[in-house]
C-alpha cells in the first residue's frame, strides 16, 4: 500500500518511519518532508506545503495513495479530510467540524462546559464585550489564551492583574491576528501535566501509550513556553486508576458529546491534562493530532501495525483492536537551533549524524534540510533524539549518546529531559 504523510516535522517523520515498518506498506510519501526523511528507506518527500490541500488532494488521486495521515493542525482545521473524503480518498484525521477542538479555544471551552467534562473556569470575550474588571476580580496568576491557531504562542500565563489585561488587549487588537479575535481567560490550574493521546473512530477509541512532555525550555522546567523540549513514554503518574478515570471523565464523554453533537471525531486525539493535587484529570487543551515531541517516543515503543489502526478507526472496526508496545521505556531529547523559540539561525550544518546512527535509538529529524550533500538546520526545533531502556534513567542514557555524538553552531537542548519520571522511579 502507499501513504501520503502530511507534514515535515518530527512528528511526521516518526509517523511516516513507523508506517514504513509495515510490511504491507510499499512507499510513504511526505510532504513536505525534511532532510531525516529524504533519507529514509521506502520513504519519499514530496515538494508540496502541508496547507496546500489542493495540491495534496491532486498528489494523492495521482499516485493512487491508499492512506492519508496528516500531522500537523493547521490543513485539518482548514477542511483537509472533508476535502478527500468528497474525492473518495481516504485521509486519517478529524473533519474541519470536530477539529475545532483545537481550531477554536472558545468552542472547546463551551462544549466541555456543555458535556461537563472537568476543565478549568474561564469567560470568553471579544474586543465589544473585554471586560476588564473580569480580569481583576480574578485569583492570580491568570491565564490568557487567544481562541484560534497562534503556534503554540497563543498562551500567556500572567502574574499579576496589570499583565493579563495588557495580554487581553494586545491578543484583541490583533497581535495574533484573526486567531485573536476572541479570547479565553481562564483559571490557573496546579498540579502534573499528563498528556494522553488515543486514536478514536467515532465513539469507539484506542489509547496510545502514555506520554509526558516538557514544554519549557531550560532545565528546571525554566524559560519561555516552545512546542517542546523533550518526552518520555510511558509517563510516570499513568496509574492503572488515573488511566481509567482519564477514559471515563474526559475521552469517553468527549466522543460521545462531539458524535451527539453530530460531528464523530476519527483521528488522533490529544488530550493536555492538568492532574490536580487531588488526583482529577482536568483538559488544559485539546490537539486534533498527534504532540511533537511526544509521538517520537511512544511510536518508538509501538510493534501493532500503525496503518492497520488507523484503518480499523477509518472502518469503525476499532472496537476490540488492541496496539501492542515494546515493554521499554523510550525518552526524546529535542535539540533545537540556538535562540528558539524566539529568534534563530538557519542554515548551519550539522556534524555527527552519522556517528549517530550507528549508536542504538533514533534520531528524527523536524527542522532540517539537505543542501547538496550535507544536512543542515531549517527549523526552530530541529531533531530529536530518541533513546530505549529497561528503565527511563536507561533511555535517558542512550539518548543524551546520540545527542552528544551531534553537533553544530549554537545547539540548545534541555539536559534534564525525563526528570519527573525518574524521580518517580527512584
Ligand atoms: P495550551 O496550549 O492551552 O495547552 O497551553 C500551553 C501550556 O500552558 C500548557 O501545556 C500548560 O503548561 C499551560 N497552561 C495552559 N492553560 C493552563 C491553565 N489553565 N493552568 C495552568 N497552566 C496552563
Request: a neutral charge; hydrophobic letters at 45%; proline letters at 5%.
Amino acid at each position: 500500500m502507499k501513504i501520503l504523510v502530511v507534514g515535515g516535522g518530527g512528528r511526521e517523520h516518526a509517523l511516516a518511519w513507523a508506517c514504513a515498518r509495515s510490511a504491507r506498506v510499499e512507499r510513504v510519501f511526505v510532504a513536505p518532508g525534511n532532510a531525516g526523511t529524504a533519507l529514509e528507506p521506502k520513504l519519499e518527500n514530496v515538494e508540496i506545503a502541508a496547507e496546500d490541500i489542493d495540491a495534496l488532494l491532486a498528489f494523492a488521486a495521482a499516485a493512487a495513495v491508499d492512506l492519508t495521515i496528516v500531522g500537523p493542525e493547521a490543513p485539518l482545521v482548514a477542511g483537509i479530510v472533508d476535502r478527500f473524503a468528497a474525492a473518495g480518498l481516504r485521509c486519517f484525521g478529524p473533519t474541519m467540524a470536530a477539529a475545532r477542538l483545537e481550531g477554536s479555544k472558545g468552542f472547546m471551552k463551551e462544549f466541555l462546559r456543555r458535556h461537563s467534562i472537568p476543565t478549568a473556569g474561564y469567560r470568553r470575550f471579544s474586543k465589544t464585550d473585554f471586560d476588564a474588571h473580569y480580569v481583576l476580580a480574578q485569583r492570580l496568576p491568570i491565564v490568557v489564551k487567544a481562541d484560534g491557531l497562534a503556534a503554540g504562542k497563543g498562551v500567556v500565563i500572567c502574574a499579576s492583574h496589570a499583565e493579563a489585561i495588557a495580554t487581553a488587549q494586545r491578543m484583541l487588537g490583533g497581535a495574533f491576528g484573526a486567531a485573536g479575535e476572541s479570547i479565553v481567560i481562564e483559571e490557573f490550574l496546579e498540579g502534573e501535566e499528563v498528556s494522553f493521546i488515543v486514536i478514536a473512530g467515532g465513539q469507539q477509541v484506542l489509547p496510545l501509550a502514555t506520554s509526558q512532555d516538557h514544554k519549557r525550555r531550560d532545565d528546571g522546567d525554566l524559560g519561555p513556553n516552545t512546542g517542546g523540549m523533550g518526552a518520555c513514554s510511558p509517563a510516570p503518574l499513568a496509574t492503572p486508576a488515573l488511566h481509567a478515570r482519564i477514559m471515563q471523565e474526559i475521552i469517553e464523554p468527549t466522543l460521545r458529546g462531539l458524535s451527539a453533537d453530530g460531528h464523530p471525531y476519527t483521528g488522533f486525539l490529544y488530550a493536555g491534562l492538568m492532574i490536580g493535587p487531588d488526583g482529577a484529570p482536568k483538559v488544559l487543551e485539546f490537539n486534533c493530532r498527534c504532540g511533537d515531541p511526544e509521538t517520537q517516543p511512544v511510536l518508538m515503543r509501538l510493534t501493532s501495525d500503525l496503518p492497520a489502526l488507523c484503518e480499523a478507526a477509518l472502518d469503525g472496526r476499532l472496537a476490540g483492536v488492541e496496539a501492542r508496545w515494546d515493554p521499554r521505556a523510550a525518552l526524546g531529547v529535542v535539540m533545537a537551533a540556538g535562540g528558539y523559540p524566539d529568534h534563530y539561525h538557519k542554515g548551519d550544518v550539522i556534524e555527527g549524524l552519522e556517528d549517530a546512527a550507528k549508536l542504538p535509538g533514533k534520531v528524527f529529524h523536524a527542522g532540517t534540510r539537505l543542501d547538496g550533500g550535507r544536512t543542515v538546520t531549517n527549523g526552530g526545533r530541529v531533531l530529536c533524539a530518541v533513546g530505549l531502556g529497561d528503565t527511563i534513567a536507561a533511555a535517558r542514557r542512550q539518548a543524551y549518546d546520540l545527542v552528544h555524538a551531534i553537533h553544530w553552531r549554537l545547539v540548545q537542548y534541555r539536559r534534564d529531559i525525563g526528570h519527573r519520571a525518574i524521580a518517580r522511579e527512584r
